[in-house]
């Protein structure tokens, strides 16, 4: 039997929300072991001077516990 454990975690990009979850899950992954998936909760955007100036994801991202 396994146990996981959820926590959310916040990423932004200038590039796009790919990118923004992409640097999310690289992050992520550098600290916690047995990560198995990220749930995408919220997507924004942060707009300057009419254009968009920076993507940013909350995710869920779920990893499972040491025995």
Do not use: C, H, P
């Amino acid at each position: 039997m396994a146990v996981a454990r959820v926590t959310e975690i916040s990423s932004t990009s200038s590039k796009s929300f790919e990118d923004a979850i992409q640097q999310g899950v690289a992050r992520a992954t550098k600290t916690l072991r047995n990560v198995r998936s990220a749930w995408i909760k919220e997507q924004r955007v942060d707009i300057r001077d009419g254009s968009i100036a920076e993507y940013q994801v909350n995710m869920m991202v779920t990893f499972i516990l040491d025995d």
